[in-house]
């Protein structure tokens, strides 16, 4: 098998779960779902059965990932992270065929309670803080925080909050440099 589930979590036939991946209690993986490896699904997480998980993801207790919801790898989500798949729902109205595309890119941090609409992008590095509502696409290495979340600076890949120096952005912690680009930051060359 090579993973781990606890006895009282549900991983239904045919999931691809990934090597040292653990899933914890009271957790339901639908057939279909693709979890990577070395991840960890906190208490009473849910995963859809078209939804994708990179290798090396934490989740943590009282998140659901719905259809359309795809997290790249070393992607974190905060507790009760909430995500969204329908813009306009109707519990009368059947809006299946309208799910749209979330997607969390490599190495985002979703802090707890942060809600994320659907059909947005969390660029690689961003860092959304808890409670945080995500009603926009968020640029990679991009700091956001409030409701609606808003562009509060920028952080490092090791997570730290950048600073400016001139034309750059530089991490006090790794000494990294970062510039602007169209897609958010990105290492200077």
Request: charged share 20%; hydrophobic share 40%.
């Amino acid at each position: 098998m090579g993973f781990f589930v606890h006895t009282t979590a549900i991983v239904e036939e045919p999931a691809r779960i990934g090597a040292g991946t653990k899933i914890w209690h009271f957790s339901h993986v639908m057939a279909g779902a693709d979890i990577g490896s070395e991840c960890i699904l906190g208490q009473n997480v849910f995963v859809a059965s078209s939804v994708k998980v990179g290798d090396h993801v934490k989740i943590q207790s009282n998140v659901s990932l719905y259809d359309g919801v795809e997290l790249e790898a070393d992607v974190f989500c905060g507790p009760s992270v909430v995500f969204t798949n329908v813009t306009n729902p109707r519990s009368f109205i059947s809006r299946r065929k309208e799910f749209k595309k979330t997607l969390i890119q490599r190495g985002a941090t979703l802090g707890a309670n942060a809600t994320i609409l659907c059909g947005l992008t969390i660029g690689s590095y961003a860092l959304v803080g808890a409670g945080s509502v995500v009603t926009r696409n968020v640029p990679n290495h991009a700091l956001v925080y409030g409701n609606p979340a808003r562009l509060k600076g920028w952080v490092c890949q090791c997570g730290m909050k950048l600073k400016k120096k001139g034309r750059r952005w530089g991490c006090p912690h790794c000494k990294v440099d970062y510039t602007v680009c169209r897609e958010g930051l990105v290492v200077a060359g």
